[in-house]
T-cell receptor
Framework: AQSVSQHNHHVILSEAASLELGCNYSYGGTVNLFWYVQYPGQHLQLLLKYFSGDPLVKGIKGFEAEFIKSKFSFNLRKPSVQWSDTAEYFCAVIMNRDDKIIFGKGTRLHILP | DAGVTQSPTHLIKTRGQQVTLRCSPKSGHDTVSWYQQALGQGPQFIFQYYEEEERQRGNFPDRFSGHQFPNYSSELNVNALLLGDSALYLC??????????FGPGTRLTVL
């Protein structure tokens, strides 16, 4: 079955640490890839997306993600996190361009000041 | 621009009852998608409406139905509520297959 896996359910880091959140999907065809973030008390909002082209995608607030087709992965990275990055992060995939969007279970990120 | 709005914010129902949730899309958007987010899970796609028709559907039973009105607003109806239907229901709007913008959600509790 088509699925999206986020390996880390809960991550705790100190400010200025580097971040990498894993995301893998199970589908061999064309994909559109997304990372969404939900800050405490706020709506889900789009961090970045990949449709085609350069597999290294830059998003808002210094986040980036790299699409590695051979590994079916779309990991989210940030070189130096801030306390304000505390939030829940969701990887999402559209498998086969007109199909529905499938979300991972989310990773809760907690940044220690 | 008010963005995506949903009503009500919270709702408590008992098993067997029926519920209707409402969503107004972001201005200029013509597509509305509905998601169910259970505690500790990611959003799960219920269905999507475009031009007043259901365009896609996820793995949800027929108890979940919807409607889109000419002004692009949408309703989600759930019949014969079960305890397991307790969740946050999210609405997202987009321009056809473009980026989806999410609303704040309706928290449904079924007792």
């Amino acid at each position: 079955a088509q699925s999206v896996s986020q390996h880390n359910h809960h991550v705790i880091l100190s400010e200025a640490a580097s971040l990498e959140l894993g995301c893998n999907y199970s589908y061999g065809g064309t994909v559109n890839l997304f990372w969404y973030v939900q800050y405490p008390g706020q709506h889900l909002q789009l961090l970045l997306k990949y449709f085609s082209g350069d597999p290294l995608v830059k998003g808002i607030k210094g986040f980036e993600a790299e699409f590695i087709k051979s590994k079916f992965s779309f990991n989210l990275r940030k070189p130096s996190v801030q306390w304000s990055d505390t939030a829940e992060y969701f990887c999402a995939v559209i498998m086969n361009r007109d199909d529905k969007i499938i979300f991972g279970k989310g990773t809760r990120l907690h940044i220690l000041p | 621009d008010a963005g995506v709005t949903q009503s009500p914010t919270h709702l408590i129902k008992t098993r067997g009852q029926q519920v209707t949730l409402r969503c107004s899309p972001k201005s200029g958007h013509d597509t509305v998608s509905w998601y169910q987010q259970a505690l500790g899970q990611g959003p799960q796609f219920i269905f999507q409406y475009y031009e007043e028709e259901e365009r896609q559907r996820g793995n949800f039973p027929d108890r979940f139905s919807g409607h889109q009105f000419p002004n692009y607003s949408s309703e989600l109806n759930v019949n014969a509520l079960l305890l397991g239907d307790s969740a946050l229901y999210l609405c997202a709007s987009s321009l056809s297959h473009g980026e989806q913008f999410f609303g704040p959600g309706t928290r449904l509790t079924v007792l």
